[in-house]
């Protein structure tokens, strides 16, 4: 049981290349979110999928685009990325898990982004 | 849409002795509030939890308290060890119909001195 998996783990791109980010969960979590995690500013929600098949908007969803790809799957993607996108991106899960709560979200171990 | 304050952004304190970390929140229809540590390069971790039927939680050395009525939580860690010393975030859940979207603090820098 490998809980919520990202690759990469770092990554340097330059500016105007683009790249997706992957995530997958094999806890049967009905909802994943992407956040991006910037010194001084706590965790902010990019994106969400409350469910396979939806996906809504967070706090700073500019500059990305996202895919449930399917119940374990949740790729976040940068189109043209920016120095303001250089940050540590988490992918997170949340759902009915065996020994825990609904609402906690399990978290990847990130990927650190730097665009030059 | 929900907002987390978090207080003190960063806290040293020697071992030993308590810490406590506050949060307050905007929305009063959150209902569930978890503490999340995060140490150094690693993910962030739940540590407790409060549900907002509950006015006080305890997990050893830490625990968490809610005040509904002022929209505030907080962690209380006792016996502080070196190992404690970590980020931690504050988060409230705004829940609209089936979707579970947690707002976070900013975080407080925690330091425990030998």
């Known amino acids: 049981n490998a809980g919520v998996t990202q690759t990469p783990k770092f990554q340097v791109l330059k500016t105007g290349q683009s790249m997706t980010l992957q995530c997958a969960q094999d806890?049967?979590?009905?909802?994943m979110y992407w956040y991006r995690q910037d010194p001084g500013m706590g965790l902010r929600l990019i994106y969400y999928?409350?469910?396979?098949?939806?996906?809504d908007k967070g706090e700073v969803p500019n500059g990305y685009n996202v895919s449930r790809l399917n119940k374990r799957e949740f790729s976040l993607r940068l189109e043209s990325a920016a120095p303001s996108q250089t940050s540590v991106y988490f992918c997170?899960?949340?759902?009915?898990?065996?020994?825990?709560?609904?609402?906690?979200?399990?978290f990847g171990p990130g990927t650190r982004l730097t665009v030059l | 849409g929900e907002n987390v304050e978090q207080h003190p952004s960063t806290l040293s304190v020697q071992e030993g002795d308590s810490a406590v970390i506050k949060c307050t929140y905007s929305?009063?229809?959150?209902?569930?509030f978890p503490w999340y540590k995060q140490e150094l390069g690693k993910r962030p971790q739940l540590i407790i939890d409060?549900?907002?039927?509950?006015g006080e939680k305890k997990d050893q050395r830490i625990a968490v308290t809610l005040n509904k009525t002022a929209k505030h939580f907080s962690l209380h860690i006792t016996e502080t060890q070196p190992e404690d010393s970590a980020v931690y975030f504050c988060?409230?859940?705004?829940?609209?119909?089936?979707?579970?979207?947690?707002?976070f603090g900013k975080g407080t820098l925690l330091t425990v001195n030998p």
């Open positions: 997170a899960s949340s759902g009915w898990a065996s020994g825990s709560s609904y609402n906690e979200q399990f």
């Open positions: 806890m049967n979590h009905n909802s």
């Open positions: 999928s409350a469910s396979e098949g939806t996906t």
């Open positions: 929305d009063s229809a959150s209902n569930y």
């Open positions: 409060i549900r907002s039927n509950v």
């Open positions: 988060a409230a859940l705004y829940s609209g119909g089936s979707n579970y979207k947690l707002t």
